[in-house]
């Protein structure tokens, strides 16, 4: 559910924490994290 607009995607809450688990596992690929770390650069920061 990504919004779209002038380069304003950003990643769902779901998608994100699915990121995260990605990233947390050492047997998931190089290309996988590095596609779970772009998800999650574009994610809005915590406030």
Do not use: D, F
Not at 3 to 26: C, M
Request: proline share 4%; glycine share 4%; aromatic share 0%.
């Amino acid at each position: 559910m990504a919004k779209r607009g002038s380069n304003q995607e950003v990643t769902s809450k779901k998608a994100a924490s699915a990121a995260s688990r990605i990233l947390r596992n050492p047997r998931n690929s190089k290309t996988a994290k590095t596609a779970a770390g772009s998800a999650l650069t574009q994610r809005p920061n915590k406030k």
